[in-house]
């Protein structure tokens, strides 16, 4: 079953705190994605990772970095976060340049 | 950098309408198109894509047609459903390799019973 999956789903957290949101796959997709999501804005680009170890930054990747260490598994990191970081993260998976498969999302929150 | 433009914000329709969607695109190489569409509460889900000029791409009754002339792959469906109700987003690739996609700001479709 094709799936990408989110943890976790909703998120609080106060400003200044650190926070990881984590991403899986199970098609064995080479490239992988984070995006967020702002009402008016559609989606926008955070990161890009092509395979382990092997990311590039997209449009708007101040206050974020990325880890990839298994193709399966692609981790968003807050150091420090913001209250303007309050959205919707939507991590993706595709092969090169086809569909792209979509998580659940995380709404984060930040105080 | 390139970039894609939707039109309308929000659209909303009778069930049995014609359903529109405008997307404009603007990109220095020769990009794929897509379609997207995103229910409440879920991630976005590939509704179809083109590759190239003049083709169509359709899926579950939607259909757009790639206007390299015009820079356009505008959405439409014949009768809409209550169902169809989303949010609707273009998106293109730019086939070089890269794997980046841009999306447009989306169209929410209210589709009344």
């Known amino acids: 079953d094709m799936k990408v999956t989110q943890m976790p789903r909703y998120l609080i957290k106060r400003m200044g705190e650190n926070v990881l949101l984590e991403c899986g796959q199970d098609m064995s997709h080479e490239t992988m994605y984070w995006y967020r999501q702002d009402p008016g804005l559609g989606l926008q680009l955070i990161y890009i990772s092509y395979d382990v170890d092997s990311n590039s930054e997209g449009d708007i990747p101040k206050g974020y970095r990325v880890s990839r260490k298994k193709r399966e598994h692609f981790s968003l990191i807050l150091d420090s976060a913001k209250t303007n970081q309050t959205s919707v993260y939507f991590c993706a998976s595709s092969l090169s340049s086809y569909e792209q498969y979509f998580g659940p999302g995380t709404r984060l929150t930040v105080l | 950098g390139d970039s894609v433009t939707q039109t309308e914000g929000q659209v909303a329709l009778s069930e049995e309408d014609f359903l529109t969607i405008h997307c404009n695109y603007s990109a220095s190489g020769y990009p794929a198109l897509f379609w997207y569409v995103q229910y409440p509460g879920e991630g976005p889900q590939f509704l179809f894509r083109a590759s190239r000029d003049k083709e169509k791409g359709s899926s579950r009754g939607f259909e757009a047609t790639y206007n390299k002339e015009a820079t356009s792959f505008h959405l439409q469906k014949a009768s809409v459903q209550e169902s169809d109700s989303a949010v609707y987003y273009c998106?293109?690739?730019?086939?070089?390799?890269?794997?980046?996609?841009?999306f447009g700001a989306g169209t929410r479709l209210k589709v009344i019973a």
């Open positions: 998106a293109l690739s730019d086939q070089t390799g890269n794997y980046k996609y841009v």
